[in-house]
């Protein structure tokens, strides 16, 4: 159980075009998602927090505007990341947590982007 | 400020014993968690520790102390595969992740 998936796994894109990436909660309902950024060598970084049925809490420094996010039921969070540039680059991780309290977060195995 | 802090790179040879330290400074307490991630994966859970002491889960234990901020994650009969990234990550008290930069741990047969 506790099965989260991402799609896409890898993604290619040319810069400003936009690109969704979906994070599900397979076999639960996940009340509250997080979306983090990982560049090469260096620890996960939380880009945001998103709860089911409301607008999403940014982390200090990241643009709500270029990374929307939308979870708009129990299992689906989804992170847009807007006119896409090569800094954009990245690895995409989502997590997802069951219930407000609980401390386990279930992650997700993923989306590189590149941004040509 | 929050602080996490772990080494950077570690090496070991099959067989043995490793001990991956990490040391925090947080707002606020809810357990510490190690993680291990291969690389251009997700990381996967290993173990959750809210009360002092040792937890010991197979080949892998985990220790904490609050008192002084501290944890490590020991790994025993090490294999080849267990070559990754190890991440130390507390839950504040707002029950957010704070993430250390990770230890990248390298097996040598």
């Known amino acids: 159980g506790a099965v989260v998936s991402q799609h896409p796994s890898w993604v290619i894109c040319k810069s400003g075009t936009s690109v969704k990436i979906e994070c599900r909660s397979l076999?639960?309902?996940?009340?509250?998602m997080f979306w983090y950024r990982q560049f090469p060598k260096q620890s996960l970084m939380l880009m945001a927090t998103?709860?089911?049925?409301?607008?999403?809490?940014?982390e200090q420094g990241v643009e709500k505007d270029k990374f929307l996010i939308n979870h708009a039921s129990l299992t689906l969070s989804t992170l847009t990341v807007t006119s896409a540039h090569p800094e954009d680059s990245s690895f995409y991780i989502c997590?997802?947590?069951?219930?407000?309290?609980?401390?386990?977060?279930?992650f997700g195995p993923g989306t590189r982007l590149t941004v040509l | 400020g929050q602080n996490i802090d772990q080494p950077t790179e570690m090496t070991a040879t099959e067989g043995a014993i490793v001990q991956i330290n990490c040391t925090y400074q947080?707002?606020?307490?809810?357990?510490l968690f190690w993680y291990q991630q291969h690389a251009g994966e997700a990381p996967t859970f290993l173990s959750y520790?809210?009360l002092d002491g040792l937890e010991e889960k197979g080949r892998f234990s985990s220790f904490l102390s609050r008192s002084k901020g501290y944890s490590y994650l020991l790994l025993k009969e090490l294999q080849m595969k267990d070559s990754a990234s190890y991440l130390c990550?507390?839950?504040?008290?707002?029950?957010?992740?704070?993430w250390g930069a990770g230890t990248k741990l390298i097996i040598k047969p």
């Open positions: 520790n809210v």
């Open positions: 997590s997802a947590r069951v219930l407000a309290g609980l401390v386990e977060q279930f």
């Open positions: 076999d639960f309902q996940a009340t509250t």
């Open positions: 990550a507390v839950m504040d008290s707002n029950y957010q992740l704070i």
């Open positions: 947080t707002s606020g307490f809810n357990g």
């Open positions: 998103s709860n089911e049925g409301s607008k999403a809490t940014y």
